[in-house]
């Protein structure tokens, strides 16, 4: 599994710079580049109802990763094979402010 360090601590799943989801899906299809990348699992905490509650759950450093970016250099089989990887999404109002900081283009 890989380590996630997550910066969008505005979602609701963000326990202190982890994340407490247990698996995450990456979107990127086509993508070249970081910025065409995304973490589709994020959830902004307004957009939370009480029945969504993670409490009980804590953030863990090792997280299953299924990632749609397959021009990652990275990614087998949609899964992510990197030993740890960043998610930015500082200050992220929606899922499509996240990306995966640690995209690597295999053409490039
Ligand atoms: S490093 Fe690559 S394979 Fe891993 S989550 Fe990020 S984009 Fe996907």
């Not at 299924?66 to 089989?77: F, I, L, S, V, W």
């Not at 992510?80 to 499509?96: F, L, R």
Request: with cysteine.
């Amino acid at each position: 599994m890989t380590i996630l360090n997550c910066s969008a601590t505005t979602c609701i799943y963000n326990e202190n710079m982890l994340c407490s989801r247990g698996e995450i899906e990456v979107r990127g299809e086509q993508a070249r580049r970081s910025d065409e990348t995304c973490c589709s699992s994020f959830r902004e905490q307004q957009e939370a109802s009480a029945a969504d509650s993670t409490s009980g759950h804590c953030g863990c450093e090792k997280i299953d990763i299924d990632c749609k970016a397959r021009e990652c250099a990275y990614n087998k089989h949609c899964r992510c094979t990197a030993s740890a990887i960043d998610i930015d999404g500082h200050d992220a109002a929606t899922y499509s402010d996240t990306k995966c900081g640690t995209f690597s283009c295999k053409s490039r």
